[in-house]
């Protein structure tokens, strides 16, 4: 059974730029969730979806949005980049809300300059 | 709003002996969930155990238990028979089934030594 897979790994671009991250879930999981993690504050929740729908938002701004298909890949865009979005980017995956457990992906590492 | 906090920014082990991670947490709502997840510097966050707030017994996973102390909201994650493999950063986080979403601990820094 794959497990969560994030692509790219690895991403460098120009401040003001925007970007696309991208998450495939564990076959059968419908909840997805993306996390930033950067050294200064650790891992933040940015949105979780559950079955295409937007459930819950973290405290980021508009820059930051993302969407769920129907075979429950999602997807996370970063618009107007700035150099503090550099960070370690997550996404998590379970088969419900509220499950017992969330498998991570090895998460896409961006690189603003 | 949810608190994690885990007091021990980094730890050092001898191999084959046990240690003793410490994770304390915050909330009101009754029904929660508690995570251990093991980051080594590749990035990827490996889930190790989960504990619910209902559950009765300590969970185990293999060389990894977890010690829940409900009165006292603390989760500690205990690593048996430490391996060279273990050195990682290790995250507690919680997780309440009003909102869903994990909030995560600073993370402990732990370094095997053989």
């Known amino acids: 059974k794959a497990g969560v897979t994030q692509t790219p790994r690895y991403l460098i671009k120009t401040r003001g730029q925007q970007v696309t991250l991208s998450c495939s879930p564990i076959?059968?999981?419908?909840?997805v969730s993306w996390y930033q993690q950067t050294p200064g504050q650790g891992l933040q929740f940015l949105f979780e979806?559950?079955?295409?729908?937007?459930?819950n938002k973290g405290n980021f701004p508009g820059r930051f949005s993302g969407r769920q298909f129907s075979n429950s890949r999602s997807e996370m865009n970063v618009s107007t980049l700035e150099l503090g979005d550099s960070a370690l980017y997550l996404c998590?995956?379970?088969?419900?809300?509220?499950?017992?457990?969330?498998?991570f992906g090895q998460g896409t590492r961006l690189t603003v300059v | 709003a949810q608190k994690i906090t885990q007091t021990q920014p980094g730890m050092f082990v001898q191999e084959k002996e046990a240690v003793t991670l410490d994770c304390t947490y915050d909330?009101?709502?009754?029904?929660?969930?508690l995570f251990w997840y093991k980051q080594p510097s590749s990035g990827e966050m490996i889930f190790l155990i989960y504990?619910?707030?209902?559950?009765?017994q300590n969970a185990t996973e293999g060389r990894y238990s977890l010690n829940f102390q409900k009165a006292r909201k603390s989760a500690n994650l205990v690593i048996s028979a430490s391996q060279l493999g273990d050195s990682a950063m290790y995250f507690c986080?919680?997780?309440?089934?009003?909102?869903?979403?994990?909030?995560f601990g600073a993370g402990t820094t732990v370094t095997v030594r053989a």
């Open positions: 998590a995956s379970s088969s419900l809300q509220g499950d017992t457990e969330a498998f």
């Open positions: 076959s059968g999981h419908r909840s």
């Open positions: 979806y559950f079955s295409e729908t937007q459930r």
């Open positions: 909330t009101s709502d009754p029904s929660y969930g």
């Open positions: 504990q619910g707030s209902y559950d009765q």
């Open positions: 986080a919680m997780r309440d089934f009003d909102d869903y979403k994990l909030s």
